[in-house]
């Protein structure tokens, strides 16, 4: 019998991470924000790159390599923050809404530094 392998779609953070990714992808396909193609762009890339870098650093060979990709998701979740400030100060969201995002990108920033963290420790 085969046994089913979830990998990194086990871990919490890449699940936050991807349905961070969804809510952007719903959100920018409403209101002004829909017709704003150069930060609907923007924004979806980084939301997606935060996933696909969780992912890809789940599936590397070392710890060491694959902290360096979720480095790489922690730089992406920095420009959806800072994306979200300013769709936010151009009216594009409520502030409903633009708290609802922050706080998810916090929640997957605090569990990108403590996996970074326990994969660092097992380097050693």
Known sequence: MVK?????????VWQ???????????????GT???????KDQIRRAAVSIASNIAEGDERNTNKESVR???????????V???????REIGYLS???YNRIIDECSI???????????????NQ
Request: net charge positive; charged share 20%.
């Open 33 to 39: 924000f829909e017709k704003d193609f150069g930060l």
């Open 81 to 87: 923050v800072t994306q979200t400030i300013i769709a």
């Open 69 to 79: 990709f979720l480095y790489i998701a922690k730089g992406s979740l920095a420009e």
């Open 108 to 122: 997957i920033g605090k569990m990108l530094g403590k996996l970074i963290k326990v994969r660092n420790e097992s």
């Open 95 to 97: 502030d409903t809404t």
């Open 16 to 30: 936050f991470a991807k349905s961070l990714a969804v809510n952007i992808y719903q959100l920018t396909n409403q």
């Open 4 to 12: 089913n392998y979830n990998g990194f779609r086990e871990l919490k």
